[in-house]
C-alpha cells in the first residue's frame, strides 16, 4: 500500500494543503479552501479524486494545534475517513519548527509551511499518533479555559480594586489578607465609603450574611476613626461598580465550575480524586489537559509535555544550572502548583518529600517544582495501572531506585578509556577528574571492596 502525506496549514478562515509522497516529492501541488462547506465539500472531491487516480493508497494527514482554528478541518477529515483511506493527526508546532529549522529553510509561507507538516510525518512517524474519533473532552476544554479567563478577571479586579480601597477604607482590608470574602463584597456595594459606613445602625449592617452583630459594631466604630483620605461620592461609586463585578465573577465562576464538575463525572477524575490535594475541579481540569494517558508512552513524555522536566545543559566546561524547563501548558503547571501546595498539607507523602529537600538545602520554590514533578507522574502511574492513590507503592519504587544506585557508580561515557593524564585538558576538567577519581575510592572503601581481609585464627 503506498502511502501519501497530506500536510495542512490552518489560517484564519482558510487553509493550505499539499500532497508528498514518501520520497518528500510533491504529488498534488498547493491549493488553498475556505472554512466554509463549499471548502470542506471541495477537499472531499479532492482527496476522494486523488484516490480513484492512486488506487489502494492510504493518505496520511497532519495538521498542527493552531489555537482552536483547526478544529472544524480536523472534525470534517475525521468524519472523511468513514468512506476514504485516511489517518489523521493532531501535531505539536514546536516539534514541526524544529523540523523545519533543521531543514535550514529560509524562507516560511503558508504552502511552505504545509509541505513542511506532511515531511513531519515523514521524518518522524514514532512521534505522530493517529486519531480515529473527536476528543470526548473538546467542548469541556472550551469550558475550562473559560473559567480560567474568568480567574484572570477577578484577579485583575482584585488588584485594582485593593489599591482604591487602600485610601477608602483601609481598616477593612485587615479582613482580606486571604482573598476577598463575600461579605465585605455585599457590605462595600451598600457601604462603599468609610463616611456612609459610620452613619448607619450595627443591627443594620448585621443583616449582611455571614457578618455578626460585634463584627458590626466594630467596623463602624473603626469607620468613625478612619483614616481615609477618599470618602468622595465618586470614588464610592466606583467601589460599588468594582465590587459588584467581582461579586458577579465569582457567582459565576463557582456556577460554571459546579457544572464543570458534574458533566465530567468520570471514573478517571473519581481515581484521581483519591490522592490528598486533589479535588473535583483539580481532577477535572488535570483529565481535561491530558486527555487520554496512552498518549503518553512514558512518565517522562508526559513531564516533558507540560513543561515538567529537568532542563541540563553541559558542553566542555560550561555548565548551566538545572531548572524546569516550563514549555507546553502553562495552564497545567498552574493546577499542578495550586494542587502541590495542598498536598504539602494534607498529604504526608508529599510533605515529607518536600521537608527532606528543604532540610538538604533547596529552596523551597524549587522543592515545590520537584513535588509538582512527583505528583503529576503520580497521576500517570494511577491512571496507567487503574489503581487508587497508595503511598507505600511510592515509597517501595524509591527505596528500589536507592538500593539500585547503590555500589561504584562508574561513567558509561568512559568505557573504552580510562582518563589519560596526558590528555591536553582544562584546568576545570582536570579539577572534575581529580574529584570524580576521589569520590570513587571514597564510595570503594565504603562498600568494602578493597578491605583488607580478616586475619584466620
Known amino acids: 500500500m503506498n502511502n501519501f502525506y497530506l500536510g495542512i496549514d490552518v489560517s484564519k478562515g482558510y487553509a493550505d494543503f499539499v500532497i508528498i ?35 489502494g493508497c492510504q493518505i496520511m494527514a497532519g495538521l498542527e494545534s493552531s489555537g482552536g482554528y483547526e ?27 524544529h523540523n523545519r529549522n533543521a531543514d535550514l529553510k529560509r ?3 503558508d504552502s511552505i509551511s504545509a509541505k513542511s507538516i506532511a515531511e513531519y510525518l515523514i521524518s518522524h512517524p514514532e512521534k505522530v499518533t493517529y486519531q480515529k474519533q473527536r476528543n ?34 483601609p481598616t477593612i482590608m485587615a479582613y482580606c489578607k486571604d482573598g476577598m470574602p463575600e ?28 457578618l455578626s452583630r460585634e463584627r458590626a459594631v466594630a467596623l463602624i466604630s473603626d469607620a468613625k476613626s478612619s483614616i481615609a483620605s477618599c470618602t468622595d461620592d465618586v470614588t464610592g461609586d466606583l467601589i460599588k461598580s468594582y465590587a459588584q463585578q467581582m461579586l458577579n465573577l465569582k457567582t459565576t465562576i463557582k456556577t460554571q465550575k459546579k457544572a464543570l464538575e458534574k458533566s465530567c463525572d468520570m471514573p478517571e477524575v473519581r481515581l484521581l480524586q483519591t490522592v490528598n490535594g486533589i479535588g473535583a475541579f483539580s481532577a477535572v481540569a488535570l483529565m481535561i489537559y491530558i ?20 532542563v541540563f545543559k553541559q558542553s566542555g566546561d560550561g555548565i548551566s544550572r538545572v531548572q524546569m524547563s516550563k514549555q507546553g501548558q502553562k495552564n ?32 523551597k520554590m524549587a522543592a515545590i517544582g520537584l513535588c509538582m514533578h512527583k505528583l503529576l507522574r503520580i497521576v500517570y502511574g494511577m491512571l496507567k495501572t487503574q489503581k487508587p492513590f497508595d503511598p507505600e507503592i511510592d ?47 571514597d564510595n570503594i572503601n565504603k562498600c568494602g571492596i578493597i578491605a583488607s581481609v580478616p586475619e584466620t585464627i
Open 107 to 109: 524562507i516560511i509561507t
Open 332 to 363: 497545567v503547571r498552574r493546577i499542578l502548583f495550586m494542587v502541590t501546595l495542598n498536598a504539602i498539607q494534607s498529604n504526608p507523602l508529599i510533605r515529607e518529600i518536600y521537608e527532606k529537600k528543604v532540610s538538604e538545602g533547596m529552596e
Open 71 to 97: 478544529n472544524n478541518w480536523h472534525q470534517t477529515l475525521l468524519n472523511f475517513q468513514n468512506s476514504l483511506n485516511l489517518k489523521i493527526a493532531h501535531l505539536n508546532p514546536l516539534a514541526v519548527c
Open 183 to 210: 461579605w465585605v463584597l455585599k457590605l462595600l456595594i451598600k457601604f462603599p465609603t468609610v463616611k456612609q459606613l459610620s452613619r448607619v445602625k450595627p443591627h443594620t449592617v448585621a443583616k449582611i450574611p455571614y
Open 291 to 310: 486527555q487520554n494517558i496512552e498518549r503518553f508512552h512514558s512518565s517522562k513524555k508526559i513531564s516533558a509535555f507540560y513543561g515538567l522536566h529537568p
Open 136 to 169: 470526548p473532552l473538546q467542548s469541556h476544554s472550551k469550558q475550562l479555559g473559560f473559567i480560567i479567563m474568568l480567574e484572570k478577571q477577578y484577579t485583575l479586579f482584585r488588584n485594582q480594586f485593593e489599591s482604591i480601597l487602600y485610601v477608602a477604607n
Open 21 to 55: 509522497n514518501h520520497c518528500k516529492k510533491t504529488v498534488m501541488k498547493n491549493f488553498q479552501l475556505d472554512d466554509t462547506f463549499d471548502g470542506h465539500t471541495r477537499l472531499y472531491q479532492t482527496i476522494k479524486s486523488f484516490c480513484i487516480q492512486n488506487p
Open 395 to 441: 515509597r517501595c519504587n524509591r527505596q528500589k531506585s536507592i538500593m539500585t544506585d547503590e555500589g561504584v557508580k562508574k561513567d558509561k561515557n568512559r568505557r573504552l578509556q580510562n582518563y589519560d593524564s596526558k590528555a591536553p585538558i582544562s584546568r576545570r576538567q582536570h579539577s572534575k577528574r581529580v574529584e570524580r577519581k576521589k569520590s570513587q575510592v
